[in-house]
């Protein structure tokens, strides 16, 4: 058994405990579906914030873009625009492909040893798609809970929940979102766990995120399909929190408290986490800059002073050696 | 190395990792993979610090009694200054992509070789003394202590990456280990634990103008006998310019090709070209004993020693009153011209936008770096037709090309020398893709690695790149492999001899000088290696 | 540094995001809507199980209902407390809609503020109200 999972799973089900406990047993209602939700929000907020700006605050001192494709230079060789962005036009579409498409993780190889022996690199698409249908899925199912904190519901929201639905298998319709977010999240968790070169780096702050996001994922979709919920008291519970007018309705079962508490567990671990990979891939210097050192000069805020060996320091050294091989001098013998 | 044969050493890439967890599996420092440490003048040239006498293998590395506070402050000073560096520190979520796109984990199987888990072994001690989470947390975090392994460790395997960037073309942050990379070894120099292959090149570059220390009669000596050795070939006896005032373009190489074979025969290449240019078009192009190095292996020290040997080529371009410089075949010194060059030393206010004065084309994409990659400069002449080529005399050759990472990733020149090298020979093949242009594998010696104490670790680091040539040399029998980097000419052959022992090496311009019909030649019979040219063998007998 | 403004322009527009429904909702009051039941309802008292159980599963018992009455052609539903009411969301006056007479007022109203929209009304013709004898339209299956 390998520590480092154990011991997120353990952290995860202690996290369900006390959520659960905390409400059927203690009754702490006010504290899991106000308090907490309240200063997880503001974590998430200020820290992200300062993480970004702690960024910022480092400077670019060198344009280091990694070059995927060929550089911009003779007018009939052709430039490949996106991997190799000679403008900030060009970067903006690199990007916007990095990000909405994962366009490196598009890339992935799988090397294998062949007999021969020979080297075999397989496209391996797998990972690029599991992490897409995760992310997608995730802020699809993100978005759809706008419908507990918007009031009207926005027409746009009625049609994306309708889409999402699209399949009406059940009732209530299940939500195609949901399921993607729970089989690609458990890929992503079988992935560490069953690949053996991706267990040895992955540490338990690998692990805790994905078991948390089931957690979600699993409560939400406990609520929505099995043990049912009173959907007028939560949204009468989440438009309390974003009027600011927060109360308690009756009769809001303990599992709710316990969803509520793993997305405020997750919003406020966000900020001092690889979850930040959020905010940092904006800010990538291989991938957010042109590639037009050679044509456009970046400055370093802190280029250095350096001493530097002078040619006169260097015909000094050899001034001799260099007339006799014949070579020209600035200063004579 | 000779005593491990080709398929002991696949025989023992085992893919599979221990199952002890890295942090909890000692690091070995084992010869054949490391390379000696700095001698002590060559550190005190540049009056970098800590110089003394220090071995690898000793427990003891004689470092200075507060060494863990000048690495943290270090960390922190380079945190500060380097927003690549901190956000890289804080990104990765460990998908593992990387993983297996390192030459050095192919090529050894050594988990510690993967991307990931290099960089994780520098942000364990990040986590540890920078983050609240791994303050906190501790171990759980990934959290570890920076003690004397811990700092052996990073050294043995920052001087098992070669800065490639590889694993940044498939990084979904674009993460970079060569950045990584870079900022341990500034480290590393903070405490005098640089290794000697770069110290030293470091120093006489610093000193004589070359890495090899060649002063400057020498160098014009060295270059009087490719002279001789030209016209032996050719008929024709080239005149190279030195230090020349008033020429039109100023051309900096590395060193290396000057110096050993078959790089000395690309260097003779351009002096070719350079004397069928003066020939034909007037074009005066002058070299420098001064900037004699194109190469700069401060590029693998820190980015002060970067800039302070960089500085020389705008030095001299300016004392020398040139138009714009050349820049001949070299990997990483594109990256340092392409990438660092005008931020550190520019403006260059005192050269011309450049221009090549024979065909009119303007390098509009070195507009403020002026300076120009002979490739792109090659390859313009070639398309406006300046060049009396006879492709034929490569007859005898089945080419491929390896890209070189620096030029490929740090640059993105693809194009321009494959359509040079299509021009001036008739066979010519590329690698499967998953091995060429932006996922080109490195040489395995890149970065300073190129030393003989730490062969097995270059044989294991080019097994991808031989394995690829490999593929091509059985399927279309490509018999030369062609690259655009000193180093590589330097490595490859080794590296050949090991693996496909039927391919040779050799630089875009030998190939072009070969194939250019220079005004005044004899009947030529042989190459510039004395090799009998395609359809002239019975000519050689007489 | 031109860089770092842009930064903060992109946290600030991120933040906006974030924070989309504390303004969106703003000056706005979070009174969750009253359910009104029907004189009609009110007499009868009891409805086919207990209001809690109504509230969450209602979809389900309608769902139900449905494959019994198409499948078993058995119209009759006998609750718990021994009554009878008929198996039907909108004909006749044993029916839901024929106690809660006003589908705006019963239905709509969570269902809006909870934005559910269920597809019960795409075949089913909701009783014309206001008026509270009427014909019920048959219903279309």
């Not at chain 2, 005593?3 to 893919?15: G, Q």
């Not at chain 2, 003891?60 to 380079?78: H, M, Q, T």
């Not at chain 2, 294991?460 to 690259?483: D, F, I, Q, T, W």
Request: with cysteine; charged share 20%; glycine share 6%.
């Amino acid at each position: 058994m390998n520590e480092k999972y154990l011991y997120s799973l353990i952290a995860v089900i202690a996290l369900f405990l006390l959520a659960y406990a905390g409400v059927e047993a203690a009754g702490l209602q006010y504290l899991f579906g106000i308090i907490i939700p309240y200063l997880a929000i503001i974590t998430f907020v200020v820290g992200f914030a300062m993480r970004i700006m702690d960024w910022a605050s480092s400077p670019v001192p060198f344009r280091i873009p990694t070059t995927c494709g060929q550089q911009k230079s003779l007018p009939w060789i052709k430039h490949n625009k996106i991997d190799n962005p000679f403008t900030g036009g060009a970067v903006v579409i690199r990007m916007i492909l990095e990000i909405l498409f994962f366009r490196s993780l598009f890339r992935n190889t799988k090397c294998k040893m062949n007999e021969g022996p020979r080297i075999s690199y397989v496209w391996e698409k797998w990972l690029w798609l599991f992490s897409l249908a995760f992310h997608y899925a995730f802020l699809t199912t993100l978005i759809r809970h706008l419908r507990f904190f918007l009031e009207p519901v926005p027409f746009l929201l009625q049609i994306l929940e309708k889409v999402d639905g699209f399949l009406q298998i059940g009732l209530p319709g299940v939500l195609i979102s949901g399921v993607v977010l729970l089989a690609a999240v458990i890929f992503l968790l079988l992935r560490r766990i069953l690949i053996p070169q991706i267990r040895y780096f992955s540490l338990a702050a690998d692990f805790f995120p994905l078991f948390l996001i089931i957690g979600i994922a699993v409560s939400g979709i406990m609520m929505r399909y099995f043990t049912k919920v009173n959907i007028v008291g939560v949204k009468e519970l989440t438009m309390g929190l974003v009027t600011f007018h927060p109360h308690i309705p009756e009769g809001i079962g303990a599992i709710f408290y316990v969803h509520v508490f793993f997305v405020s567990v997750l919003l406020a671990y966000f900020p001092f986490s690889k979850l930040m990979h959020m905010g940092g891939v904006f800010l990538s210097p291989t991938r957010n800059l042109p590639t037009n050192t050679r044509a456009y000069r970046h400055i370093n805020p802190w280029n250095p002073e350096v001493k530097i060996h002078t040619y006169q320091a260097y015909e000094d050294d050899f001034r001799e050696k260099m007339i006799e091989a014949g070579l020209p001098v600035e200063k004579e013998l | 190395m000779a005593n491990l044969k080709p398929d002991e050493l696949i025989a023992r890439i085992d893919y599979t990792p221990p199952s002890t967890g890295w942090m909890d599996t000692p690091t070995v420092i084992r010869a054949g993979m490391f390379c000696y440490a700095a001698k002590p003048p060559s550190v005190e040239t540049l009056g970098l610090p800590y110089a003394r006498e220090w071995n690898p293998l000793d427990d003891d590395w004689k470092l200075p009694a507060n060494w863990k506070e000048i690495v943290l402050e270090g960390l922190r000073d380079r945190l500060e200054r380097f927003r690549s560096f901190k956000v890289f520190m804080d990104i990765c979520v460990r998908c593992g992509a990387c993983a297996d796109k390192c030459h050095f984990f192919i090529g050894t199987g050594d988990p510690k070789n993967m991307p990931v888990v290099r960089a994780e072994l520098l942000r364990s001690v990040y986590r540890n003394d920078f983050t609240k989470a791994g303050k906190i947390l501790g171990k759980l975090a990934g959290a570890r202590e920076l003690t004397l392994d811990v700092l052996k460790e990073w050294w043995y395997y920052f001087f098992q990456c070669t800065e490639c960037r590889r694993c940044s073309v498939f990084c979904p942050y674009g993460i970079d280990t060569a950045e990584i990379t870079m900022m341990a070894r500034e480290i590393f120099n903070l405490l005098g634990l640089n290794i000697d292959w770069i110290a030293t090149p470091v120093s006489n570059c610093y000193k004589t103008g070359n890495h090899m220390g060649i002063q400057p009669h020498a160098f014009k000596d060295m270059m009087d006998f490719f002279v001789d050795e030209i016209e032996e070939v050719t008929g024709v006896r080239v005149e190279p310019q030195f230090n020349k005032k008033g020429a039109d373009i100023l051309f900096i190489t590395p060193s290396g090709d000057v110096f050993g074979d078959p790089g000395t025969f690309t260097a003779m290449g351009y002096m070719i070209l350079h004397h069928y240019l003066k020939v034909n078009y007037g074009l005066s192009i002058t070299w420098s004993t001064y900037a004699s190095e194109g190469g700069n292996f401060g590029f693998f020290t820190s980015n002060e020693v970067m800039k302070r040997l960089n500085a020389k080529m705008y030095a001299e371009a300016k004392r020398l009153g040139v138009k714009w410089i050349l820049g001949g075949e070299c990997g990483h010194m594109w990256r340092v011209i392409n990438q660092y060059m005008a931020t550190m030393n520019g403006p260059a206010d005192f050269l011309e936008e450049p221009v090549n004065p024979i065909t009119g084309t303007k390098f509009e994409n070195a507009k403020v770096t002026k300076m120009v990659h002979i490739a792109e400069f090659t390859a313009d002449l070639i398309k406006h037709g300046k060049l009396n080529l006879d492709p034929k005399r490569n007859d005898h050759l089945k080419v491929t090309f390896h890209d070189s990472c620096n030029t490929s990733r740090g640059m993105g020149m693809f194009d321009e020398p494959r359509y040079v090298i299509k021009n001036v020979c008739n066979n010519f093949y590329d690698m499967p893709i998953n091995c060429i242009r932006e996922q080109t594998f490195c040489c395995g010696s890149g970065s300073g690695l190129n030393a003989s104490e730490d062969m097995e670790l270059r044989l294991s680091g080019g097994l991808p790149r031989a394995n690829a040539v490999k593929y091509v040399h059985e399927k279309h029998g490509v018999n030369m492999l062609a690259c655009v980097c000193a180093i590589d000419r330097a490595v490859l052959p080794p590296l050949m001899q090991y693996w496909v022992p039927e391919v040779d090496v050799t630089g875009l311009h030998e190939m072009v000088a070969n194939a250019l019909i220079i005004p005044g030649e004899k009947k030529k019979t042989v190459n510039l290696r004395g090799e009998d040219l395609p359809g002239m063998e019975d000519e050689a007998d007489e | 540094m031109n860089d770092k403004n842009r930064i903060t322009f992109g946290l600030i527009v991120f933040i906006a995001i974030v924070t989309f429904p504390f303004w969106y909702n703003l000056g706005k009051a979070s009174s969750a809507p009253e359910l009104k039941l029907s004189e009609k309802a009110k007499a009868a008292k009891e409805c086919v199980k207990p209001k809690e159980i109504m509230r969450q599963e209602h979809m389900q018992i309608l769902d139900l209902w449905r494959d019994t009455v198409v499948r078993d052609a058995n119209r009759a539903y006998k609750s718990g407390s021994g009554k009878t009411f008929g198996m039907s969301l909108s004909s006749g006056e044993e029916s839901c809609l024929g106690c809660h007479e006003s589908k705006t007022e019963f239905c709509d109203k969570c269902h809006n503020y909870a934005s559910v929209a269920p597809y019960c009304w795409t075949c089913h013709i909701a009783p014309e109200e206001k008026k509270p004898e009427e014909n019920k339209p048959e219903e279309n299956k």
